[in-house]
């Protein structure tokens, strides 16, 4: 069944089941937040065929990752979700289960954090895309800002990075993956599709540091929020290359060379990279688990030196640095 | 100067000069609400060639228009705006001048309110598309729902209907518009390219009656608004043709037929349709001005009733129905 057989209202009655009853039906949806709290809000915009694409993501995993992505920024700014809001734009000839299947992927997202689809927009368009704004709320002095980071902050990763590149490799070139275990496969193409965004690490955070610190997500590579993260704060840093957790098993396919790329530009593993006090960064990168790592520190100045070794005399590597054009970037 | 010559980086620096300084730059923006107010979320989508076109709307429309439909549906919930946030999907071939166009509509539509660019997201797209989502705030006991119409509550219309239709024949077919005066002709244009949210009459509205009250914004025509609030709440309406303001200048080249028509269906008119106390309703209606008006009543039952004439001796006219699939449906 196609959407232009249904038209708008019959679709709504269709996507209405993955809506609170009483949230939906009005011109806007109204929110509540906390007492003391603050609303954070983002939004995020995926296009069939430039950041989805049938071939490597099902509609299930398009509506899982569109979510993903926009907890992923509420977490990066220390907050935790209240809403969403979905602008859907179809084609006529887009299948009715399509679109049901992207709600469904779009809910099992949101089912651990309680948080509701509260509203949104479903236009006809010549190709299908999808803009998510999410609601969140913070505590005033728990929101996190990508400005605030100093000089001496140890720099933590909360997981690997690279692996939803690879995951996408699996999938694009299915032959390149023969050499990977199934168990090492599965889990790259799993952590391409389905990300986890990182909300579970700020109750951990703030047992230890219940404070504002530096951050973001590490949406668009390690690169790029290296990168942002110093700009916006006028710091320069220091990476230790060996010390970035990279997906597992990848050292039988890859160059150290070709893993280290996809972690720094791959983009979309959806971890945060925080910026903490050396004490806190220890602790916290010791309950987080083996994939966290503290990954260097922020200097004065505004070199961003990768080091190749971590040890005592680590030295800066002429041949590495990052180059944010690797990255994704729109338009280019 | 196309968007793909300048990138994603380029373009972003050129559309900051939009947003307030210290409100972007991080994976989300932080909104205040007054205290005891709760937060109103709406999402509008608008599609290149579905929604608007080069032929009818210069982009500094384009952009006032998708605010405009935005706050109106703030407006529609008895709240006042607080900040936007812009998805946008362009081309790379789109030009950058397009781009700034748009955005300064988007700006002199919120300037009289204050209201921010907070945060947003731009991406590369086979299509021009813009899901804009605004946040509103509103003291709980002014919200507007679609739910709560009573039998007996007047109906009242903030302005006339029809004349974004009109303006839009008008910049399709100009032959057709020539038999109007060139003032009507203006007004009528003006009425489809920038389109006034009323959010005006929520103030003049609380000095009178100071309280939630059904309602909704006539976006979609005002034969789906009158459907819409009817269903939600469970009651019928008696509509008196003769009342519905429409657009001067019209009945030198349509009949009443087709005026009445484009009133009821043309839609994206953004007036505010209300149902009020009739002691109310008569006073708010004087403070209004000449193009508001008393369209009918709320009546027990689910009849949606069109009466021909305003006086004691009114009929249903057995030939006007409302007929929902003559308004705007995506998809069909």
Sequence with gaps: MKVKEIGEQGLLQHLFRFCPAHRVGDDGAVVDLAPGYRMVVTTDV??????????TTPPHAVGWRAVA???????????????ITVGLSLMGETEVEWVESLYEGMSECLQ?????????DVVRSPVISLSITALGQAQPDRLCHRHTGQPGDRIVVTGVHGASRAGLECLLNPEWSTALSPGDRQRLIQAHQYPQPRLDVLPKLWDLHPQSIAGMDSSDGLADALEQICQASGVGAQIH???????????????????RHWAFYGGEDFELVLCLPPEVADRFVDQLGEDAAIIGELTFGDRLELLDRFDHEDKPNPNSTLDRRWGFQHFN
Tied chains: 1, 2.
Excluded: C
Excluded at 69 to 83: C, E, F, K, T
């Design 46 to 55: 995926l296009v069939d065929g430039v950041h989805f694409s049938d071939r």
């Design 241 to 259: 290359l060996s010390k970035i957790p990279t997906a597992h098993g990848l050292k039988a396919v890859l160059s150290d060379e070709q893993i």
């Design 69 to 83: 992505a926009n907890l992923s920024d509420l977490a990066a700014m220390g907050a935790s979700p209240v809403g």
């Design 112 to 120: 651990p954090y309680e948080t509701p689809i509260i509203g949104g």
